[in-house]
């Protein structure tokens, strides 16, 4: 694999046919340039080509190169953060806005893969997971605020007996299954998304980093071997868009995350594992979240990195996490294992907004990215079109910069995070 290729996950070997794009070679025009071909900019090209602006989309590597194609593929209802924390930042009237969209933008993903019938083993259901009492009263308050405060009626409280009818492990006490949730194969799914854009009319270059970005009426975005002017310009590069615009480096902090996946277990097997097909996620700050493939295999993911660094002997390191939770599986083979990198911010909530008036971005969805990633596409093209109000909700949201700057701040965030690892022993 070389670094312009995707990454050797299940994913990748699993994918569906797509096209490869050409580089861009020449100078071109076009009505919005679109950095990034994860969910995001493939969503917003899909919603500007249909309305009709002649958009270009620039991705540096491959379609679903980054996390969009590599992710653990569960489809969560709300944001990283909680609802709380929404209130607390933007009031009670905006957070009950921003929750209403995150159902909506579920409900954007269940139609669009009906609507350009993307094929991506889309499964309902997910389960959080409590392994402690605290854990469990965590959870019986988010349900009762939920449903008292925002009318979100999916939700199903477990037992431990009952939770154990559906998962075959004993580690856990309780969870909170949410009906509307689900899971999917991201990769697909990202595919799928760019393919309707395409056939909307949306050009798609790869392998053509943005290298150098000249704000002005027009706008001028160098690549190594050509350029692109436009009226606007989106920037959905997320975790990967690197050094193209200091005012949006600071405030997210790229942190890698690893998943492996087992050899096909057998529907015997896999289903007696998770019996009701639900993705699943403990609710540790340092979670383990995983989920069955349709072809019977067991993807399990977790662990964090700040440095964006794999971890020595990931394999094993990953294999020992999940044992714990299915000892069962302990002559199940690891046939592969990535990681990636996400995008949090400081306070978990999404960052989305303007740099100017014909300059918008999204990023810093912090782990919460299947759902929200096409819904911020979409919100991004109703900017474009002139409708912002819905895009400026999210820009109510304030968000600090990482402390440290480029060089101190992983160090930083290691030595606060530390104390999110302890509480999640207790």
Request: aromatic letters at 8%; one cysteine or more; a neutral charge.
């Amino acid at each position: 694999m070389t670094e312009l290729e995707h990454a050797d996950s299940y994913y990748a070997a699993s994918a569906h046919p797509a096209p490869v794009h050409p580089a861009l070679a020449e100078a071109i025009d076009c009505d919005v340039c679109v950095i990034g071909a994860g969910i995001t900019g493939s969503s917003a090209a899909l919603e500007l080509a249909e309305r009709g602006y002649d958009t270009v989309v620039l991705e540096a590597r491959r379609v679903g190169w980054g996390a969009s194609g590599r992710s653990g593929g569960q489809a969560i209802f709300g944001y990283a953060c909680e609802q709380s924390k929404l209130e607390s930042l933007v009031g009670a009237a905006s957070a009950r806005q921003l929750w209403d969209m995150s159902v909506e933008a579920m409900d954007l993903l269940k139609a669009r893969l009906t609507r350009y019938a993307i094929d991506c083993d889309y499964r309902p259901g997910h389960l959080h997971t409590a392994l402690k009492p605290r854990q469990m009263t965590e959870l019986v308050d988010w349900q009762r605020q939920l449903e008292d405060d925002y009318g979100y009626d999916s939700l199903r409280m477990l037992g431990r007996e009952e939770l154990r009818e559906r998962l075959a492990t004993d580690r856990y006490i309780g969870g909170l299954h949410d009906a509307a949730s689900g899971h999917l194969h991201p990769l697909n799914y990202t595919l799928g998304l760019n393919a309707a854009a395409v056939a909307a009319g949306a050009r798609v270059f790869e392998r053509t980093p943005a290298t150098a970005v000249e704000e002005g009426e027009t706008i001028t975005v160098r690549t190594p071997d050509g350029l692109v002017r436009c009226r606007h310009l989106l920037l959905c590069g997320n975790a990967y868009l690197g050094d193209l615009s200091a005012r949006l480096r600071g405030r997210i902090m790229p942190v890698g995350t690893y998943i492996v996946a087992t050899e096909p277990l057998g529907e015997d097997l896999a289903n007696d594992l998770i019996r009701d097909g639900s993705a699943v996620a403990d609710i540790n700050f340092v979670l383990d979240y995983y989920r069955l493939s349709a072809d019977t295999r067991l993807l399990f993911g977790g662990r964090v990195s700040y440095s964006t660094v794999p971890p020595p002997s990931l394999n094993s390191a990953m294999r020992a996490r999940m044992l714990k939770v299915y000892p069962q599986l302990e002559r199940a083979r690891i046939e592969y294992a990535w990681g990636g990198n996400v995008a949090i911010t400081m306070n978990r909530a999404p960052h989305f907004g303007r740099l100017s008036p014909n300059v918008f971005f999204a990023q810093g969805f912090s782990g919460h990215g299947i759902v929200m990633t096409g819904f911020a596409g979409k919100l991004l093209a109703e900017a474009v079109a002139g409708t912002a109000e819905r895009l400026d909700v999210f820009g109510q949201i304030r968000h600090q910069r990482f402390p440290g700057g480029p060089l101190l701040r992983m160090p930083a965030l290691v030595l606060a995070m530390a104390w999110y690892r302890l509480r999640d022993l207790f």
